[in-house]
């Protein structure tokens, strides 16, 4: 490792992204040899991270990421809002249509950032905040398309709200974020051609701005 690098903090990173890779929990042990690192240097680790609330321990010594992460992670969100909001208006004010920024949030994709359009006489009401299962909504299963070809983009019908459309592409090359953009409509079918080129292009723009 470089010299001006910190070996413990690169190990305590490294102890926080094995743990939230491992969802069903990690004792000492397991970790030391995940790691590659002596199971004592791995016990104080855990043992400081766990006074911070980044790392818990279950009633089976099993590790797990802490809730304290979440604190770090809320500081994040207003960040992220910031950055997508104006490629959002941009978005939204072409296609007169709501555009979002969605990522997951474990099982769930949450919405982050939402955008209404000025100009329309309707346009679906969509809630910063609100949540549903990756499984459903574009903006959901577009996050799954994480690994696919890069024009890959997700549409469906109805899944969230009977009458409401919705097209999302994930947004790509950001580490350790999953997320998509889309836009949800009460108009009929969407026209794929016209409106997928767009919520790409921005999806693509988001990523570049949070790189």
């Known amino acids: 490792m470089p010299a001006e690098t910190s070996q413990t903090l690169d190990r305590g990173l490294r102890v926080l992204r094995v743990l939230a890779e491992s969802p069903e929990g990690l004792t000492v042990t397991e970790l030391s040899h995940r790691l590659d690192v002596n199971r004592t240097v791995v016990h104080r680790l855990v043992s400081t991270l766990e006074q911070h ?7 089976r010594s099993r590790l ?47 919405a982050l950032a939402v955008v209404e359009p000025t100009w329309t006489d309707f346009h679906v009401s969509y809630r910063v905040g609100a949540r549903h299962p990756l499984t459903q909504g574009a903006a959901g299963k577009a996050i799954g398309l994480l690994e696919a070809d890069e024009q890959a983009y997700a549409v469906t019908s109805g899944e969230l709200q009977t009458g409401a459309r919705g097209l999302a592409a994930p947004v790509r090359g950001v580490e350790g974020l999953r997320a998509s953009v889309g836009i949800v409509t009460l108009d009929g079918v969407i026209d794929e051609a016209v409106v997928a080129p767009q919520v790409i292009a921005a999806a693509r723009e988001v990523g570049e701005r949070l790189r």
């Open 53 to 59: 609330g980044l790392v818990r321990r279950d009633a």
């Open 64 to 110: 797990f990421v802490g809730l304290g992460v979440l604190h770090l992670a809320s500081g994040v969100q207003p960040l992220l809002r910031d950055l997508a909001t104006p490629v959002l208006r941009r978005l939204a004010e072409s296609l007169g249509s709501t555009a979002h920024l969605t990522v997951a949030d474990g099982d769930e994709a949450l």
